[in-house]
């Protein structure tokens, strides 16, 4: 056998003996996460597995009887008026709705981190709107904003604003304004309390040293806070993309989707057609559809937001 065969031989043995030594090492750890896994893979899994399967198939929800018609939901989704409409109007909501939380959040989160009066209490309050059920925010905002007995009207007729009570939740063209203003109430103290987490960690020597250097409040925050909240501002912005993208409580509770569709999004529609409308078939697929957009954006999302700096 010649030096260079025994020298590949020797390698192999100390790969091989290296990979059992990390196997015995992680076996108990592998053991212990065992049953958590076997958890998911049943809640999780096997939903996704089946709502593919049924996806496949005519299965109104009165019969126990399935026909298998392949790709036929998916084909006549795509070549639909409905689903496109449906893309914008989801869109438009996950956008201006995780925007107004992000920049409402950062901005509650800066003032909290500073010096001010009842701190503390502030702290506590700004918790209080996400942790009340969101249907019951929901039937109080769709009464704040209703067209004759609503403070929003009140308001505006005492200011002098409108002669008489706007019907939001009731125009076409605005309603879905009137709902996604209760869901950014909702969902900004999550984002206010994840950001003052971020902001916290940040050394304050970096605040120190950039203010020795004459760097005025703007700067610091360009300079100092935003890179240094990267990685939160990705987690924070992830969770409530997808939140926001299936949420269904406060459209449902505030207008059902309404006026004439005008705030229905793909998680409405879907509980429409599958469950109202008993198409089963046709509403897996469009819960099929909808999970695979969120999976593609998540990947991009973190390629776009990762690329050039460290990984998380």
Known sequence: MSLAEEYTEASDDSRLERGLAYVQRNSRAYLLIAPAAVFLLAVVG??????????????????????F???QH??????????????????????????????????IA?????DIRGRKFFRTAFLIPWGIPYAISAVVFRWIEHPQFGY????LLKLGVVEQGIGILGNPSIAWLGVVVADIWIGTPFMAII????????????????AIDGAEKWHQFRYITLPQLKSVVLIATLLSTIWTFVSFDVIWTMTGGGPISSTATLVIHIYQVGLQNGNLGRGAAYSVIGFLFLFVFAIIYLRIYTRGGDEL
């Open 152 to 155: 929003l009207n009140a308001i």
């Open 69 to 71: 018609v392949g790709l």
């Open 195 to 210: 950001f003052l987490a971020g902001l916290q960690s940040i050394p304050q020597e970096l605040y120190e040293a950039a």
């Open 110 to 114: 800066v003032h909290l981190k500073g």
């Open 74 to 107: 998916y084909v006549e989704i795509f070549n639909s008026d409905i689903f496109y409409r449906l893309l914008w109007q989801t869109g438009r909501w996950v956008v201006v709705g995780v925007a107004g939380k992000t920049l409402l959040g950062l901005l």
């Open 46 to 67: 096997y939903p996704i597995i089946e709502t593919f399967r049924l996806s496949l198939y005519q299965s109104p929800a009165d019969s126990n009887i399935e026909t």
